[in-house]
């Protein structure tokens, strides 16, 4: 048996992890979920965004499965999601972006993966006002941190047969700081002679990425970069509705989606839980689950294929549980 930390989160979070919830014991996966709110829900009923014990309940159970934390903007509490990941130093968000057949988008055949410094940058979240009107917020970078995600990034593409890592940066301007990015990249690439490495400036990243996304393979970002690449990629394979993500560190890890709490829609059962559930898929793996994984995987994939139950998002009408509803199906289909 299992034990992995759940966070319901806020907006769609509550549905779409209880359709990922409903999907794994679907798929016969004996997991004991140790339920803990943080973000809005934590704020009204403990005080605090981020409860103190969560940490520690993550960090003993060493896996936590997330919905997405809505954070206020320009004002209120600090981000619940870059705490989580500071705290527990889980520097390495990996976030596997595939077309999915069957699924609308504007662009077929997409396999990339974007691996993403996740506790410093301008994420450091140090800011203040010099004298009103001027404020200054401070862009950290580390040898030992990028060394770090640059490591994870070519193990990461030797594991999986990849050939190629692209460095993004704007190390033209920022000449120190994603110039020691860079320089980490580097020694790290000269490592690993078998795999490609180039080095790209992220504005021409974004533009390559709308006009020809199949030259890529790995991106390796710093964590602003990679927060906003990601949003391009998955709008590639058809929108934010079906990207998942992990959050790695050397001694735990926790799993979500990389969209975020969607108030607009919220509550309304309209919610794409595609994301989740793969967010799942990679969580599965982790645990040792990966004959279950696929077994989903296969059954989310044969649900676009049939292409008769598409979310709103996607152009259908389909509700989240209806869809929720449908890969169970497949995956009970499989079993007899
Ligand atoms: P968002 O990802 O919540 O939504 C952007 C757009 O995508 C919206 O139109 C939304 O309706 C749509 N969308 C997102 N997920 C969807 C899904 N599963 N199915 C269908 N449509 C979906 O981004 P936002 O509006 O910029 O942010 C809302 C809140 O979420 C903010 O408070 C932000 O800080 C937070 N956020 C949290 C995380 C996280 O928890 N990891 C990530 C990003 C944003």
Redesign the pocket.
């Known amino acids: 048996m299992h034990k992995v930390v759940l966070i319901a989160?806020?907006?769609?979070?509550p549905e779409?992890t209880q359709a990922a919830v409903a999907v794994i014991g679907a798929a016969g996966v004996a997991i004991e979920w140790e339920s803990y709110q943080a973000?809005e829900a934590a704020l009204k009923e403990h005080g605090v965004p981020l409860p103190p014990d969560l940490l520690e309940v993550i960090r003993r159970n060493r896996v936590a499965l997330?919905?997405?934390?809505?954070?206020?903007?320009a004002e209120g509490f600090q981000?619940?999601?870059v705490a989580l990941r500071k705290e527990l130093d889980l520097y390495a968000n990996f976030r596997p972006v595939r077309s999915l057949p069957g699924v609308p988008a504007r662009y077929s055949d997409i396999d990339l993966v974007v691996i993403r410094e996740n506790t410093e940058d301008l994420y450091s979240g140090i800011e203040h006002v010099v004298v009103p009107g001027v404020v200054e917020s401070l862009k950290i970078i580390t040898e030992r941190a990028s060394t770090r995600i640059a490591r994870f990034a070519f193990s990461h593409a030797r594991a999986e047969g990849r050939r190629k890592v692209t460095a993004v940066h704007k190390a033209n301007i920022m000449k120190l700081s994603d110039g020691l990015f860079l320089e980490c990249a580097r020694r790290v690439a000269a490592q690993h002679p078998e795999i490609e490495y180039h080095e790209m400036i992220v504005d021409n990243a974004c533009m390559q990425l709308v006009l020809n996304p199949w030259q890529f393979d790995v991106l390796l970002l710093e964590n602003l970069y990679g927060?906003i690449i990601s949003?391009i990629a998955a709008g590639l394979v058809g929108?934010?509705?079906?990207v998942p993500?992990a959050n790695i560190g050397d001694s735990c890890a926790l799993f979500?989606?990389?969209?975020?709490?969607?108030?607009?829609?919220a509550g309304k059962n309209?919610?794409?839980?595609?994301?989740?559930i793969l967010a799942s898929v990679l969580m599965l793996k982790y645990i040792g689950e990966g004959e279950a994984a696929s077994r989903i995987e296969r059954a989310l994939k044969s649900v676009y294929s049939e292409g008769k139950m598409l979310?709103?998002?996607l152009g259908g009408s389909a509700t989240?549980s209806e869809f929720t509803r449908a890969v169970i199906a497949g995956l009970k289909s499989e079993r007899v």
């Open positions: 989160g806020d907006g769609i979070g779409v973000g997330k919905g997405p934390i809505t954070t206020p903007i981000s619940v999601n927060d949003d929108g934010l509705g079906l993500g979500e989606t990389v969209h975020g709490s969607a108030p607009g829609i309209i919610a794409n839980p595609t994301a989740m979310t709103r998002d989240t």
